[in-house]
C-alpha cells in the first residue's frame, strides 16, 4: 500500500536551516504530484509547497518564498523541503502528502486534493 514516511525535523535556532525528507513506497512518484504541509497548535494544516510530476513544476506559499525549496528523487522515490532562514513562526509538524493527480499549483495545494498522507515531523525554531 502507499506509504509516505517524513524524517530531518529538529529543533534549529532562528536563521538556520533543515532538510526534510519524505520517502515513498508502494506507488511510482514520478506520476503524481507530492505537496508539504505543515500545521502549528491551534492552527488549520497549510500547503507550503508542492512539486509535479517529471516536469518538476513548483509552488510555493507566498510566507516561504524565496526561503524554502523542494526538489525530487524520482530514482529514490523521495521528496526533499530544503528550509533556509528559518524562522520562530516556522515552527509545526511538517506532513508530505500525495496528490491524487498531477497537478501542483496554489489552488490545488488543498487537504481535499491529497489523499495520503505521512505520520509528520516536528520542526521548532527556537533560540
Known amino acids: 500500500q502507499v506509504q509516505l514516511v517524513e524524517s530531518g525535523g529538529d529543533l534549529v535556532q532562528p536563521g538556520g536551516s533543515l532538510r526534510l525528507s519524505c520517502a515513498a513506497s508502494g506507488y511510482t512518484l514520478d506520476y503524481y504530484t507530492i505537496g508539504w504541509f505543515r500545521q502549528a497548535p491551534g492552527k488549520e494544516r497549510e500547503g507550503v509547497s508542492c512539486?509535479?510530476?517529471?516536469?518538476?513544476?513548483?509552488y510555493y506559499a507566498d510566507s516561504v518564498k524565496g526561503r524554502f525549496t523542494i526538489s525530487r528523487d524520482n530514482t529514490k522515490n523521495t521528496v526533499y523541503l530544503q528550509m533556509n532562514s528559518l524562522k520562530p513562526e516556522d515552527t509545526a509538524v511538517y506532513y508530505c502528502?500525495?496528490?491524487?493527480?498531477?497537478?501542483?499549483?496554489?489552488?490545488?495545494?488543498?487537504?481535499?486534493?491529497?489523499?495520503?498522507w505521512g505520520q509528520g515531523t516536528q520542526v521548532t525554531v527556537s533560540s
Open positions: 512539486i509535479s510530476n517529471s516536469e518538476g513544476r513548483t
Open positions: 502528502a500525495k496528490a491524487r493527480g498531477s497537478i501542483c499549483s496554489g489552488d490545488h495545494i488543498t487537504r481535499a486534493y491529497y489523499n495520503y
